[in-house]
């Protein structure tokens, strides 16, 4: 089937992204600074939610995708999850920013709970979402021109939602009502165009091809140690992500000296431009080097640009912060276009190797991965900054604000590191795997990272 799919269902596709990654980018970067600043939870009992929650959100997709392989109908596999989910996911949204109760303790099980509804209604979304691609059309191509709309409208909702909300908030008398007004609105625009997205988009695939058992897609994965790598690497390089993201509110406001609500829409703003100039750049550097060198010193990179920063940036020197945020958001997603490739690469490369079909366990488990990398990062983020002495009441010593310039940028360098040398074990770069392709084997050979003809 060669199916050319229209501009509205190009567009109507992308816009499912947008509304998911309006609550990634949440949960991301706002919520612990929510939490510690507005709800007036302790750094480590926001962390250990973090943890709680994403490890229920990492155990969750997979469930999720034995209920979309169960269940089918007139409107396909998938369509009728994003109709069903989109309401309670708007909602969801909107009570993940607020707060409740008297007592420390009502507040912390409201957000933990709060927490767990927008986890779970995303997971309802996401995962017949992320299905979608594979049956709207067979056509390969279709399905990159699908992806060319996808990528930068998801890039569009970063940036409304790490530079409209953080100002809005900072700007407001009562960051609390500012903070539940400005996700009633948010979650809003997710239920519309979620739903946009539903009914614009058409299931025309249908798939009869029975999965493997499971116990053999698991027999598969343990054999497979390139996929195995990666999902180490998924693991590190998301504890470093989310450590960054988690206090780069706090070390905007505390640190670089970011008052106003402009200056924070504009500090905050930096992490969502690097996320759309650094895929960019990686497009053009793997045309002419080696993609798994081009990750590699990437990270290294981003290591070496971080400790620049911590060594260069003093205590409100904001334009200088903001600067450095930018080259450090730019080099440290450099590696995002490959790493996602390589996932379909390293499954490709199991089957190869030992005759299994694992790709739906592949695929599920690396996102297990990438989860639980964030829900690490929580309780590290919180006792590094109870360690330092900051506090979510009053002034902030020295030290704190000190502390906060080497955990937005120290620690995330560590992981960095630690990334680009589990990916010297990685060897599938675009040589070894056409070859691996065209013999339809492994046949354990080396290839060199080589500059493509």
Request: glycine share 8%; net charge positive; charged share 10%.
């Amino acid at each position: 089937m060669t199916t050319r799919l229209s501009v509205l269902e190009k567009s109507a596709y992308g816009a499912g992204d947008m509304a998911l990654t309006i609550s990634i980018i949440s949960a991301s970067i706002l919520i612990y600074a929510f939490l510690i600043q507005v709800v007036g939870l302790s750094p480590v009992d926001a962390g250990w939610i973090l943890m709680i929650v994403r490890t229920i959100d990492a155990i969750s997709d997979p469930l999720m995708g034995i209920l979309t392989s169960k269940f089918r109908t007139r409107l396909g596999r998938y369509r009728h999850w994003l109709m069903i989910g989109a309401i309670p996911f708007g909602i969801s949204l909107w009570l993940l920013f607020t707060s409740f109760g008297e007592t420390y303790s009502q507040k912390m099980a409201w957000s933990t709970g709060v927490y767990i509804f927008n986890s779970l209604a995303f997971t309802v979304l996401a995962i017949p979402y992320i299905s979608l691609i594979g049956v709207i059309t067979a056509d390969p191509q279709e399905r990159l021109n699908a992806n060319a709309f996808r990528f930068p409208m998801a890039k569009v909702a970063t940036l409304i939602v790490s530079t409209f909300v953080p100002y809005w908030v900072t700007q407001g008398s009562d960051a609390r009502s500012s903070y539940a007004t400005a996700f009633a609105v948010v979650g809003a625009v997710s239920v519309v165009i979620m739903l946009f997205c539903a009914f614009n988009v058409k299931e025309r695939v249908i798939t009869t091809t029975p999965a493997e058992p499971l116990r053999r897609q698991v027999k598969g994965l343990l054999q497979n140690d390139q996929w195995q790598i990666i999902s180490l690497a998924m693991v590190v390089l998301f504890v470093g992500f989310l450590v960054n993201g988690s206090v780069a509110i706090m070390y905007g406001k505390e640190f670089a000296g970011a008052t106003d609500g402009y200056g924070i829409a504009i500090f905050m703003s930096m992490g969502s431009i690097g996320g759309i100039l650094g895929p960019l750049i990686s497009t053009w550097l793997t045309r002419h080097y080696c993609k798994i060198k081009v990750f590699k010193y990437s990270m290294y990179g981003s290591a070496v640009m971080s400790l620049l920063a911590w060594w260069l940036v003093g205590a409100n020197s904001f334009w200088s912060a903001t600067f450095f945020y930018l080259l450090c958001s730019v080099v440290s997603q450099i590696n995002t276009p490959i790493l996602w490739s390589s996932i379909t690469e390293a499954s490709d490369y199991g089957l190869c190797k030992t005759g299994i079909d694992a790709s739906g366990l592949a695929i599920g488990m690396i996102s297990f991965c990438q989860k639980f990398g964030m829900g690490i990062a929580g309780p590290i983020t919180g006792y590094l900054l109870v360690w330092v002495g900051y506090t979510s009441e009053g002034a902030q010593s020295a030290s704190a604000i000190a502390g906060l310039s080497w955990i937005m940028l120290l620690v995330p360098a560590l992981f960095y590191l630690l990334t680009g040398l589990i990916m010297h074990f990685y060897v599938i770069n675009n040589v070894y795997y056409s070859a691996m392709m065209q013999n339809g084997r492994n046949d354990q050979a080396t290839i060199l990272c080589e500059k493509p003809q």
